[in-house]
């Protein structure tokens, strides 16, 4: 549980030994507390239309229409079986994985229809798609925040660490703004009539299924020249932290990977600009690569778990954390996590949205 290797980072040797120790009883004190965190930090209105809301949708990230494509049996694999093991019998049903609930039904089935439209992939996205992707990664993420704001101060609490998680909580504080700064950009974007509120930077339409389904938001740490894009150690609350938006599509007969930011966004110019010259398949093997280093919330299709559960390259890769690199004051962080997040690095796993990889069709 992501949660629990965060928490083990903060704790002395003492503290980690009697932690092996009583594993259980500590895991046990934890999902109490992911519990009450929850419960605390459930708003009373929808995040999108401000009215009053007892009952949140389950929303998906990634369109049900998506997972589908990628289910064997209604069943499909989420990454959390990747960091949380053993995870062989850990296969999630279309209705539990990676979801939220901030917002209203009505608003669930009518604000991103442009986008969840399967129809709508043969041809380059609108601005307005770009603009429903945008709003629902930032709502994922607003929601995710506010739990763990909630959680960092009930841990804090709960075993005598306050300090060490305040700064936790500070950090997620200032995330939570600019979440939510994207968000109310993006919802102005959906109504806009104008189409050059996102800058879409790649689009690719690949003649089969990939066996990977993807939505989300990512800031980088470096770019492909070893550049620094987010300083993600940054002190200061005036730096704002920069994400880019990635999809990955898996449709009935093809896919659509797509890459995109906020207009004027030009903290990732160079990086665009070193990304547009690689060929295709280097293209998709960094997408790829980002995919698996920088998030913990992709779904995959049943046909590669093998490939997936028995790649330690692909595990160790799937299990880094930016706060693993936090915790010695004397080093350079930055370059330890730009040497970690190294993209250069992306032939050393798998690249899963390569022709051969693809899902076999029923
Ligand atoms: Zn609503």
């Given at each position: ?17 009697n ?82 609930k ?35 990664n ?16 009930n ?8 300090d ?10 200032t995330?939570?703004k ?10 102005k ?19 089969y ?18 550049g ?7 002190p ?19 896919s ?17 600009k ?43 890769v ?8 936090a915790?010695?004051p ?33």
């Open positions: 549980m992501e949660d629990v290797s965060l928490l083990k980072l903060g704790l002395t040797e003492e503290e980690k030994k932690y092996d120790k009583k594993k259980i009883e500590f895991n046990k004190r934890v999902g109490n507390l992911q519990k009450v965190s929850r419960a605390e930090a459930k708003n009373a209105q929808c995040f999108i239309c401000g009215k009053e809301c007892s009952s949140f949708c389950n929303s998906h990230s990634v369109p049900q229409f998506l997972l589908e494509n990628i289910s064997v049996a209604g069943k499909f694999y989420h990454s959390g079986n990747l960091v949380d093991m053993p995870m062989v019998d850990k296969d999630k049903g279309l209705n539990e994985a990676g979801t939220f901030i917002i209203c039904r009505d608003c669930d089935s009518s604000v991103f229809s442009d986008y969840e439209n399967p129809e709508a992939y043969y041809q380059k996205p609108t601005d307005k798609m770009l603009a429903q992707i945008a709003m629902k930032n709502l994922k993420s607003i929601s995710k925040r506010q739990f763990e704001i909630n959680l960092y101060k841990m804090g609490k709960e075993f005598g660490n306050p060490m998680m305040s700064g936790m909580e500070s950090i997620s504080s995330d939570l600019e979440y939510i700064d994207e968000f109310k950009y993006a919802k974007a959906c109504n806009s009539k104008w189409e050059d509120n996102y800058y879409l930077s790649y689009f690719e339409s690949l003649p299924v990939v066996p990977i389904a993807f939505q989300n938001n990512i800031a980088l740490v470096s770019d492909l020249e070893g620094t894009i987010n300083d993600i150690y940054n200061s609350s005036d730096y704002v932290i920069k994400s880019i938006h990635l999809c990955v599509f898996p449709l009935k007969n093809h659509v990977v797509m890459m995109f930011c906020k207009n004027g966004e030009n903290r990732y110019s160079k990086f665009f070193q990304f547009r010259k690689l060929s295709t398949e280097e293209k998709l093997k960094v997408i790829n690569y980002i995919i698996f280093i920088y998030s913990e919330d992709y779904y995959f299709y049943k046909g590669i778990d093998q490939e997936i559960l028995g790649n330690e390259n692909l595990k160790d799937a299990k880094t954390t930016p706060l693993s690199f915790t010695n004397d080093a350079d962080s930055l370059a330890a996590a730009k040497d970690t997040y190294d993209l250069n690095k992306r032939d050393s796993i798998p690249n899963f949205l390569s022709e051969t990889y693809q899902v076999e069709q029923s």
